[in-house]
């Protein structure tokens, strides 16, 4: 895809505004995709991947800001949907300059746009950023940022998982239920701790040696097995996908045991359609922008002055948004993937059309 195969997939997709940025000298080659400012600036993180093609960039950024304003959204922040990608190897090419020179092309949007750490961007790199512009979060605690989101992100898809508990069986708790992770990283190593607490048997699979390491050591509780596939064929409740996106597919879907899936990954269903093919195997499916929107809300936090307390506080209403979806789900007769785009879109098009009564000292 070339900038005119990307104006047509902007046509179809409805973003706002597509932005590409070069500096040859430190080899930036930056896309931030706006897909909507109905609700406030636009939230999303920086993903540093090396794309085979600009035409992956594209459609990664293009996809990823979409997400982002539905994620915003129901998370209930008066943020629109934003994501940018930096095409490149971060081991090879991330330097300062870089990372500044993206800076300043954050900062030429004037504030349209908030950047945030993503895959191949961490809180220190941010901190970089932040020396060129204002419109940056996911910054270290010792520069007023919030530090790592995971933590509220692992918070709030345990909140959701509870509201999935109470639907599926009666009760908001996971107490006596086995749950299974799939990706024992940030989020999944939190999202283990909730779950242990709450009195919930976890079973789990990583396919990094530290992480399994890091279970042995920390939490011998958990069951590991050898990988995803004989996580989710085994006896689980729950399957909580934790690791990259589109775990639920045409193979994965079948032969999943659990009846709830809620997990942190982004993008977990493989293709439209795979809604509809859970609902059919009766497995409650929460949608996964819906419960990992704990870490948006704690880097939201930061651009009036981070309260980690308010941030919490804010991450506990998930339970409340996907009960609110469950419900809506129900009663609409359609899979919670459905409801919670319906939601989504009919916030922003209704607080989003609030700008059309004028008031006499905004434009
Ligand atoms: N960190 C956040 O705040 C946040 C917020 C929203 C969504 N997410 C999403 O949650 C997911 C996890 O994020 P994270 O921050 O914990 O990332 P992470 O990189 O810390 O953890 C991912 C883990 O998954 C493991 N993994 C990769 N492939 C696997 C496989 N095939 N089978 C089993 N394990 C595998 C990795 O080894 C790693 O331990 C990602 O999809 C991310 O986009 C994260």
Known sequence: MGVFGAADHLETNGHEQVVFCQDKATGLRAIIAIYSTALGPALGGTRFFPY???????????????????????????????????????????????????????????????????????????????????????????????????????????????????????????????????????????????????????????????????????????????????????????????ALGGALDDDSVPVLRATVVAGGANNQLAHPGIEKLLEERGILYVPDYVVNAGGVIQVADEINGFSFERAKMRATGIYDTTRQILQLAAAEGVPPAVAADRLAEHRMAEIGRLSTIRLPHRP
């Open 52 to 242: 085979a093609s600009e035409a992956d960039a594209v459609r990664d950024a293009l996809d990823l800001s979409r997400a982002m304003a539905y994620k915003n959204a129901i998370a209930g922040l008066d943020l629109g949907g934003g994501k940018a990608v930096i095409w490149g190897d971060p081991q090879k090419i991330k330097t300062e300059g870089l990372l500044r020179a993206y800076g300043r092309f954050v900062e030429s949007l004037g504030g349209r746009y908030y950047t945030a750490c993503d895959v191949g961007t961490y809180t220190p790199d941010m901190d970089i950023v932040a020396k060129e512009t204002r419109f940056v979060t996911g910054r270290s605690v010792e520069y007023g940022g919030c530090g790592d989101s995971s933590v509220l992100t692992a918070f709030g898809v345990f909140q959701g998982m509870r509201a999935a508990a109470e639907q599926m069986w009666g009760a908001p708790t996971l107490d006596g239920r086995r749950v299974g992770i799939a990706g024992l990283g940030k989020v999944g190593k939190h999202l283990a701790r909730h779950l242990l607490d709450d009195g919930a048997e976890v079973v789990a699979t990583d396919v990094n040696e530290a992480a399994i390491a890091w279970a042995r050591e920390t939490c011998p509780q958990i069951t590991l097995v050898a990988d995803t596939p004989a996580l989710i064929t085994s006896e689980i409740d729950v399957y909580a996908p934790c």
